[in-house]
């Protein structure tokens, strides 16, 4: 009984910090559906209400006919899904490489990786810009999933290495001492339990990509290319004023692709793959 009453304030104040964070990220979701269905008068009064009187569609379709999100959202979906691909493709081989292999390089690759994170953006803006241009990729979208391909390396690499050095060597071994070669226990072995890390992995490459905005700005300029956030950022009317009913609207859709997204990947960020398969 005394165990139970010593954790019952922690439980509360537990709950009750939970509760507040929950109020905290919630409200400004709540705030903007609330925003988006509201009709302009509602928007103009000097004192609105945070539920709609009336629910209006206006705002969706002033952000999908007159500000192109679709064609913008298409944009997004197709850099983020290249650049996760990519950043697949290139940290699962060289994450392994990283964890397992003890050499000079790998000491250089590592101090490059945290060397990278140091410097700001605008450093690189401009070399980055001049490169592109040699190689006329500036204005196109190829471009920009390269950008973001290199941009969300390092972070990636980093992660991934630290899944890979926890699959203990013994199971590799284990394989090996069965007679698998090494392509085959990195597909039937290594592979399987870093499938954690890679989810991990793909989530934060897809995310960086979808919200990216500054590279997005300065290389892209032609409107037919431009990414959901520079969409949303030019929802602005006459006299500079946003539009915030549109932008409501236009960010309410924007979330969409990234939920289904997280809900399709999430069945893979589950615990104990590791621990299941040494114990087995």
Not at 137 to 147: E, P, Q
């Amino acid at each position: 009984m005394t165990t139970i009453r010593r954790r019952t304030p922690g439980r509360v104040l537990s709950y009750v910090a939970l509760a507040g964070y929950v109020v905290l990220l919630g409200f400004p979701l709540v705030w903007l559906l609330s925003t988006s269905f509201k009709t302009p008068r509602e928007l103009a009064s000097v004192s609105p209400s945070l539920l709609p009187d009336s629910f209006s569609l206006t705002n969706f379709r002033h952000a999908i006919e007159q500000q192109h999100l679709l064609r913008a959202g298409a944009n997004s979906v197709l850099v983020a899904g290249c650049t996760t691909v990519l950043v697949l493709l290139v940290s699962i081989p060289a994450s392994y490489a990283l964890a397992r292999y003890r050499s000079r390089l790998r000491g250089a690759a590592i101090g490059w990786i945290l060397v990278s994170q140091v410097f700001p953006v605008i450093l690189i803006v401009v070399p980055l810009f001049l490169i592109l241009k040699q190689f006329g990729l500036i204005d196109s979208l190829v471009g920009l999933i390269l950008v973001d391909l290199v941009w969300s390396l390092p972070f990636t690499l980093w992660m991934l290495q630290g899944y890979v050095a926890k699959i203990p060597t013994e199971l590799e071994e284990a394989a090996a001492t069965d007679g698998a070669g090494r392509l085959r226990t990195l597909v039937s072995v290594v592979f399987p339990l870093l499938l954690t890390g890679i989810t991990a992995t793909a989530m934060f490459a897809f995310v960086q990509s979808w919200n990216e905005f500054f590279f997005a700005l300065v290389l892209i300029q032609d409107p037919k290319l431009n990414t959901l956030p520079l969409a949303l950022a030019r929802f602005v009317g006459q006299e500079g004023q946003v539009q915030l009913g549109p932008l409501a609207a236009g960010s309410l859709l924007s979330m969409i692709p990234s939920l289904a997204f997280f809900a399709l990947m999430q069945r893979r960020l589950t615990s104990g793959l590791l621990a299941g398969a040494v114990k087995g």
